[in-house]
């Protein structure tokens, strides 16, 4: 069966400092899709990342990261220097190759950040 | 550029009653999905639709459910007899097949609650 489990509830840091969401899936399939999205408090879901099961390569995006581990079934998000707008609700997510182009993504139960200033 | 739209963003309805939710996806995306989000939840997919054909449906649609994309351009969700359940948010999300696989573009989500 798949699954997302993201066992952090919640975190709160203080502004610059940097921080990890954990993400953890399971799934059979041998080829899949993972993902982060950021849900701020307006509600709508923003794409961050798209990484599939081929490409352990870890990814850098300004303060953003992300370290992809196959032997862990992890797929883990850092925020470096983090500010008062990393604030919102973020959420990992799979898709099945089967299911990727049905946009059937399987969702965590999120970890809302508070970056307090 | 206009994102994804949807309508109305509140419904507070009482149990036994209908209502219908409305979203207007980008304008150049064929894809448009379904998702339901409870409290403290991720969101769940609940449907999928290629143009105006709906291609999957979850479980989670029951048949009070159902969901319509007419023209293969703006969708509404149904939701008959509701129940004190059926209260969450729900999300709309388009996407085009030349875009990447997986990346939704989301609405703010029409909340609803069932008295």
């Known amino acids: 069966a798949q699954k997302v489990t993201q066992a952090q509830t919640e975190i709160s840091v203080v502004e610059k400092e940097d921080v990890t969401l954990d993400c953890v899936y399971e799934t059979r399939d041998t080829t899949y899709y993972l993902f982060w999205y950021k849900q701020p408090p307006s509600g709508e879901l923003v794409f961050l990342i798209r990484r599939n099961s081929f490409d352990e390569q870890n990814e850098i995006s300004g303060r953003y990261s992300w370290n992809f581990q196959k032997s862990t079934s992890s797929f883990n998000f850092t925020i470096t220097a983090s500010q008062v707008v990393d604030s919102a609700v973020y959420f990992c997510a799979l898709s099945e190759w089967g299911s990727s182009n049905t946009g059937k993504l399987i969702f965590g139960q999120g970890t809302t950040l508070q970056v307090k200033p | 550029d206009t994102g994804v739209s949807q309508n109305p963003r509140h419904k507070i309805t009482k149990r036994g009653q209908n209502v219908t939710f409305r979203c207007d996806p980008i304008?150049?995306?064929?894809?448009l999905y379904w998702y339901r989000q409870t409290l403290g939840q991720g969101p769940e997919f609940l449907t999928y639709?290629?143009?105006?054909?709906?291609?999957?449906k979850s479980r989670l649609l029951s048949d009070r459910f159902s969901a319509e994309r007419p023209k293969g351009s703006f969708s509404t969700l149904e939701i008959q007899r509701t129940e004190q359940g059926d209260s969450a948010m729900y999300l709309c999300?388009?996407?085009?097949?030349?875009?990447?696989?997986?990346?939704?573009?989301f609405g703010e989500g029409s909340r609803l609650t069932v008295l």
């Open positions: 999300a388009s996407s085009s097949t030349r875009g990447r696989t997986g990346e939704l573009f």
């Open positions: 304008s150049e995306h064929n894809r």
């Open positions: 639709f290629q143009n105006e054909a709906q291609l999957e």
